[in-house]
């Protein structure tokens, strides 16, 4: 039982440093990639993320410019948000990017629930903001009024922004020149932080190296509980095997040795048997 118990604990504790190492590994994965979307520079956003290419991780949270002009006649106000205290709705226009034509989602700001919204600034704008990944369609669809959608959902916008898609949308940080009058009645949004959702495998390998060093932890001890018990089998089966040889032996001895006989035994004495009377004797 001690040596059960001294096995158990070695387990859990290879097992807890196991899920230490796990934990360190995804902190250090976040760690790095917010090092690295921090140190990257500010860059147009045809050089971080062309027209109809996939978004990964490495783009998401980068600070972007695109220079263009919105369209109006596209924007619609993404429902069911908050900012702070506030239920309200994000305002969403199109931005036809100069250099390649195709548009661009761009979140301008929030407005509070029952606001009117704002329309775009007219005329050329440059846009300073972060790069996101589309959120995608919403688990239940819900019918919603003109000019209202439930998530920003990139690839419903296809069939009905007449150019290309950007695979992406940009929380608006600034424009330049700034939003007048109505157009600037919009509270900027600021972004979400940036979740990796991945590992640093180094120390995701240490996290498996203590697992298997505690899988062979019991491995060593079953080796060892299983050969004890052979050999523990093996000295009754010998035990055995002798107690049936003494029997053996000595059955032979005392049952099937022929009977010793007497050494007078079967003779005759012949003065047993007296000569008859009247016989002739020399």
Do not use: C
């Amino acid at each position: 039982m001690a040596l059960l118990g001294l096995v158990a604990a070695i387990v859990v504790l290879f097992g807890w440093l196991g899920l230490w190492q796990l934990n360190v590994s995804q902190q250090k994965a976040q760690t790095e990639l917010l090092q690295q979307v921090e140190a990257a520079p500010e860059a147009p956003i045809d050089d971080v993320l062309p027209p109809q290419t996939s978004i990964t991780g490495a783009h998401v949270g980068r600070s972007v410019i695109a220079a263009g002009r919105y369209d109006a006649e596209n924007q619609v106000l993404v429902a069911g948000r908050r900012l702070g205290d506030q239920v309200g709705t994000w305002v969403l226009t199109p931005l036809v990017v100069d250099a390649t034509g195709a548009r661009l989602a761009i979140i301008r700001g929030f407005v509070p629930e029952g606001t009117s919204p704002p329309p775009p600034p007219p005329g050329p704008v440059t846009v300073t903001g972060t790069l996101q990944p589309q959120e995608g369609p919403p688990d239940q669809r819900q019918p919603m009024p003109e000019g209202q959608v439930q998530t920003v959902d990139l690839s419903s916008f296809v069939n009905t922004w007449p150019s290309d898609v950007y695979n992406a949308f940009v929380f608006a940080d600034t424009e330049t020149p700034p939003a007048t009058g109505a157009a600037a009645q919009v509270t900027p949004v600021p972004p979400p932080a940036v979740d990796p959702g991945g590992l640093n495998w180094r120390n995701f390998a240490y996290a498996i190296q203590w697992w298997i060093f505690a899988a062979f932890v019991v491995y060593v001890w079953w080796r060892l509980v299983r050969d004890d018990y052979r050999l523990s089998l093996e000295g009754e089966s010998h035990s055995e095997a002798g107690a049936e040889a003494g029997d053996t032996d000595q059955t032979t001895r005392t049952g099937e040795d022929p009977p010793v006989r007497d050494a007078g035994e079967g003779t005759t004495d012949p003065t047993d048997h007296p000569l008859p009377s009247g016989g002739n004797t020399r």
